[in-house]
């Protein structure tokens, strides 16, 4: 590792928690804007976040250090994520352990905390929404296993920094059937672990709908901001990773140069805002599912994910 390897993953992890809360107000821009409405505009949830951060904290009786504890977390897992994850560059100085078991872990250890924390409020809401919560990741994290040990079995490597070396050599992979079939699987369950349309609806307060915001309804002032932030960043780590999975020209290598981050950052940025867009733009035209429907889809995505290991242990055998 160079020195401006470590730059690299300090633009990272910085760029996330700057660009993060942008990404939100892209998404939430393009939405209100298809649906004929001004909106507030981009830097709307940096603001939200700076009112939220000058409130008092309220924490509800009865309430342990799980419920304290969670937020901060959340957001500490997603910065790790972050960190290790190849956004900018490939040659992170975390690299040695960003493989995707390590991503995996730290995504459902962020999920568990605040499961956790749903339950520890002792309401009838955080529990609900725990239980829904649990049920999407137990079958969202080993579709997320399945689908990226589908793209590193041509790259022998389950590191992730790896596979995305491999696939800048080797374009072809992407369109291969395994590339295909790994990529809709990672779409659906990027979905679901955000909690975006069709299976959850981040902009509702619905009681019988609610997922994500049942479990941080009583989350108030900076700890509510804690939240919002780590939510927000997880979908700019997820966008970005997916972006750079599939279509990873122009980050940096191994070996980064002041130009080559320069570069990484900029072209990082521009798939960022491109997925935010045309996911933002298809939710527009997406009614949420019941929730029973729900295990139905991220099964189908499960499906894909092992189809996608099949088909590249198939090609594989035959190389």
Request: hydrophobic fraction near 60%.
């Amino acid at each position: 590792m160079n020195v401006m390897s470590a730059v690299a993953g300090a633009a990272q992890i910085g760029g996330v928690m700057v660009g993060a809360p942008l990404v939100l107000g892209l998404m939430r821009q393009v939405r209100v804007r298809s649906e004929g409405r001004c909106g507030a505009g981009i830097l709307q949830p940096w603001r939200d976040l700076r009112k939220q951060l000058r409130k008092q904290q309220v924490t509800p009786l009865g309430t342990t250090l799980v419920f304290a504890a969670a937020p901060v977390v959340v957001a500490a897992t997603t910065l790790l994520i972050a960190a290790v994850v190849p956004l900018v560059a490939t040659g992170s100085p975390l690299d040695p352990v960003a493989d995707l078991f390590a991503v995996v872990g730290l995504l459902f250890l962020g999920t568990v905390a605040l499961t956790l924390a749903g339950i520890d409020t002792g309401t009838s809401f955080g529990g609900m929404g725990a239980s829904r919560e649990i049920t999407i990741a137990a079958l969202v994290e080993p579709t997320i296993l399945l689908a990226v040990f589908a793209l590193s079995i041509p790259a022998r490597s389950a590191n992730l920094g790896a596979i995305v070396g491999f696939t800048l050599a080797n374009p072809g992979e992407v369109v291969s059937l395994a590339g295909i079939l790994a990529f809709v699987a990672l779409v659906i369950v990027v979905i679901a672990e955000t909690g975006r349309l069709p299976v959850d609806n981040p902009a509702t307060h619905l009681e019988l709908t609610m997922v994500h915001e049942a479990m941080v309804l009583e989350y108030a002032g900076p700890k509510l901001a804690i939240v919002e932030w780590a939510s927000a960043m997880r979908l700019t780590v997820l966008l970005a990773l997916l972006a750079n999975l599939f279509l990873p020209w122009g980050i940096a290598g191994d070996q980064p140069t002041l130009l080559g981050v320069g570069i990484g950052i900029a072209a990082i940025s521009v798939k960022v805002a491109v997925a935010a867009i045309v996911l933002a733009g298809a939710e527009v035209f997406i009614a949420k599912l019941r929730l029973f429907r729900v295990p139905e889809l991220l099964a189908g995505s499960f499906l894909l994910a092992l189809l996608a290991v099949s088909s590249a242990n198939f090609f594989a055998a035959q190389g």
